[in-house]
Structure formats: C-alpha cells, structure tokens
C-alpha cells in the first residue's frame, strides 16, 4: 500500500496521561524480527529480537509503560531480555519512561550526545515540554556514532543524526532476513519529524534550538531519501498509517513492504514544515 498517514490524535499527552487505556492496541508485528509495542497509538515503540536478545526503540511515557510491558509478554518475549534501549530523541513522550524501562530490564540506553545535553540543559522543552507529561529522568549509558553501527545477534543497527526536530534527533535502519524466503529487507524509522518544534513562533521561545536546524532537517531529507528503505516505520503510527493493517502481518505476507513509501513520507514531512513557515 502506498504512503498514507492519518491526523494526529486529539489531545494526545492528556489522554494517554490520564486515560491511556482508550488509546489501548495489542502489539503486532510489522517486518521479520520486529513488532509494534507500544501498547497505545499515539506514540510508537519497537522490538526487535536479534537472535541474541532485544532490541527497544522508544518506551513512550510513564503512564503507558504498563501497556509496552504488557505487549512484550503478549508477543511472547520477557522484558527482562531486553539488552539495549534506543531513544530517538530528548521529547518526553519517546523517552519519558525510560527510567521505568532500564530498571525494570537493567538495558543499556543509548542516545545521542547532542539530546542528552539538550534534556540537561533544556527541561522544559525535552522532560516537561507538555504540561502534562511526567517523565523521570535517567541516566544514559552509550552515545550514538554514526561511523559504529549497534550490532546485537543478527542484526546490525545503523544510526543517522538527524537533527531538526530536536538537536540530537536520531534515525535508524536495519536489516531483517524473512524467513521464509531469505530476502533481506532495510527497516527505516525517522527518529523525529514534529514540525511543532520547527516553526518561527517556537524559535521565538526556544533557548536551545535554531532555524539552522530547520535549514538541516531540509538538507538530510534528500540524503535520507536517497536511502533505500523496504519498510517505513513512524516514530509516532499516524504518520505512516500501519495501525489500519495491525495483525495482519504474516512472513509470507509482507503487508508493510514497499520501497516507496520512505521518500514519500520525507517529502510529505517536508511540505508541513514549510507550510509553517
Ligand atoms: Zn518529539
């Protein structure tokens, strides 16, 4: 199925800080080795099993770290061998349950250098940046180098900073094999796309973030699509649809897999930030 997204959820921090069960999903696989656990539909978390334990991208907020952990189980894997944790970037709700999620598995977290400092620096416009969000804080293990792919198992995780959304904001692409027929498939997912944090009226307030960043976030966006990706994921599901085909998934049907919905969701990206402008 072609690119296709889908308006964001209303009220998001409030509803799944409060009422984050009416935001409920079951988990659902969406590539070989790699499900959706979240738990919630507004912001994603991944798991990927490498063979030699998991992989986490993203844990969402505090509130709605009961659903991510229930999805693990649900999917038949146990929290505890979780090995690494990947966040995105320094936005509350991508990292806000990250503490509850490296004591509860004892994982290695990794994020970039540049959005630990930007959280250290920057409370209010990483931790608290909603009025509503609650996040503890944490401590991070490892930096990104995007010169020194993660490799875990089978699978080798690469990293591409890419700042705009935030200062540190970090993309990732991996290889899964299918297998049932050995085809290897590239998995990409944008680390952050918001353009609420690239626009003028936010630059007016922020103490940390520049237009410069808008600039870089248009510059990497033709690197990013020169990169084949076979299947698309979005840091937060509405921004490529793939809730409508949850469960669905099998190995011989890869309802996720086409190569042409990765540059069309970046230009898509593009074409709202300068809508703002
Ligand atoms: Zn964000």
């Given at each position: 199925m072609a690119f296709r997204c889908t308006p964001a959820t209303k009220d998001p921090v409030a509803t799944l800080a409060y009422r984050p069960w009416t935001l409920a999903i079951e988990p659902f696989q969406v590539a070989p080795h790699t499900w959706y656990v979240a738990g919630q539909t507004w912001v994603g978390c991944y798991l990927i099993d490498t063979?030699?334990?998991?992989?986490?991208?993203?844990?969402?907020?505090?509130?709605?770290?009961?659903?991510?952990?229930?999805?693990?189980?649900?999917?038949?894997?146990?929290?505890?061998?979780?090995?690494?944790?990947?966040?995105s970037h320094a936005h509350f709700d991508h990292m806000g349950a990250a503490r509850i999620m490296k004591e509860l598995t004892g994982a290695e977290?990794?994020?970039s250098r540049e959005d630990a400092t930007f959280m250290e620096e920057c409370p209010e416009e990483t931790l608290?940046?909603?009025?509503?969000?609650?996040?503890?804080?944490?401590?991070?293990?490892?930096?990104?180098?995007?010169?020194?792919?993660?490799?875990?198992?089978?699978?080798?995780?690469?990293?591409?900073?890419?700042?705009?959304h935030t200062i540190g904001c970090t993309s990732f692409f991996?290889?899964?094999?299918?297998?049932?027929?050995?085809?290897?498939?590239?998995?990409?997912?944008?680390?952050?796309?918001?353009?609420?944090?690239?626009n003028d009226n936010y630059y007016a307030k922020s103490?940390?973030?520049?237009p410069a960043l808008r600039q870089r976030f248009f510059d990497d966006a033709e690197k990013l699509k020169a990169i084949h990706v076979d299947i698309a994921l979005p840091s937060h599901p509405?921004?490529?649809?793939?809730?409508d085909r949850a469960g669905q998934y099998t190995d011989e049907n890869q309802i996720y897999l086409d190569d042409?919905?990765?540059a069309e969701f970046i230009d898509e990206r593009v074409r709202q930030v300068k809508v703002l402008m």
């Open positions: 063979g030699e334990g998991l992989v986490l991208i993203d844990a969402a907020i505090p509130e709605s770290a009961y659903m991510l952990v229930d999805s693990i189980y649900k999917i038949g894997f146990n929290p505890a061998d979780i090995k690494k944790i990947l966040i977290l990794y994020m608290v940046l909603d009025k509503d969000s609650h996040p503890q804080t944490f401590e991070v293990d490892k930096y990104y180098s995007d010169h020194e792919p993660i490799v875990m198992g089978d699978v080798t995780i690469r990293t591409m900073l890419t700042p705009g991996w290889e899964v094999k299918n297998p049932v027929n050995g085809e290897v498939y590239t998995v990409g997912m944008h680390g952050g796309v918001g353009a609420n944090t690239m103490r940390y973030l520049t509405n921004q490529i649809e793939i809730v042409t919905v990765w």
